[in-house]
């Protein structure tokens, strides 16, 4: 089994729905990220948790949300969606470096959202 | 200063020739370098990284090159197959969490 599982893969939606993206994990990671993919312009941060009670904005948090209901799950949700939200959303995990210099990301298999 | 700006967006290499992708950034205050491979409908997945104070990593027949004057690093592939046409992805990070990646390289390798 997957250790990082998102839902849906694929999911077409309409202007101005809200719409949830669901990540669940069971490699016991406390951090959990949620990225945006677009061509050209690589894997952006929209928002990181490194526990249920603390989470941050990436560089890109405006027009999301997310929800961090347990260790294992990272809900990302958009509230009125537009055409420009459309793009490959991947949640990622990690653990706290243990004299390491950084954490290794894991990353999901993505949820391909497009908005009409 | 936080981008990392990579190159080329597309390459397509013989089997068996060399692949190499460049990444170049400006904050020195980055302190370790990951590549990232990604296939097509998977999640990108680590595949090497360096220190700064390393000027080269090599794993197999992956190596990274790393000029930290320059703040510029390469992703060398030797020997390249067509297993590893895939969109590789450079990165930066400050601390242990948060990383600035680049754009990608989508690497084709014809048999």
């Known amino acids: 089994d997957a250790d990082v599982t998102q839902t849906p893969r694929n999911r077409i939606t309409k202007t101005g729905k809200r719409i949830m993206l669901e990540c669940s994990q069971t490699?016991?990671?406390?951090?959990m990220y949620w990225y945006r993919q677009d061509p050209g312009l690589g894997l952006r941060l929209i928002y990181y948790?490194?526990?249920?009670?603390?989470?941050n904005k990436g560089e890109i948090s405006d027009g999301y949300s997310v929800s961090r209901q347990a260790q294992a799950k990272f809900s990302l949700s958009l509230e009125s969606a537009i055409p420009n939200q459309t793009a490959l959303y991947f949640c990622?995990?990690?653990?706290?470096?243990?004299?390491?210099?950084?954490?290794?990301?894991?990353f999901g298999p993505g949820t391909r959202l497009t908005v009409l | 200063q936080q981008q990392v700006k990579q190159s080329p967006q597309s390459l397509i290499v013989q089997k068996g020739g060399i692949s190499i992708i460049n990444c170049a950034y400006e904050?020195?205050?980055?302190?370790?370098f990951p590549w990232y491979q990604q296939f097509p409908g998977k999640g990108p997945a680590l595949l090497i990284a360096?220190?700064?104070?390393?000027s080269e990593k090599k794993e197999g027949r992956f190596t990274i090159s790393f000029n930290k004057s320059a703040k510029q690093f390469s992703l060398h592939i030797m020997d390249s197959q067509p297993g590893d046409s895939a969109t590789y992805f450079c990165?930066?990070?400050?601390?242990?969490?948060?990383?600035?990646f680049g754009t990608g390289t989508r690497l084709k390798v014809l048999a």
């Open positions: 990622a995990t990690s653990d706290r470096t243990s004299g390491r210099i950084a954490d290794t990301q894991y």
């Open positions: 490699k016991g990671h406390d951090r």
């Open positions: 948790s490194f526990d249920v009670k603390d989470i």
């Open positions: 904050n020195t205050a980055f302190d370790y």
């Open positions: 360096i220190r700064p104070d390393v």
């Open positions: 990165a930066a990070s400050i601390g242990t969490y948060k990383y600035i």
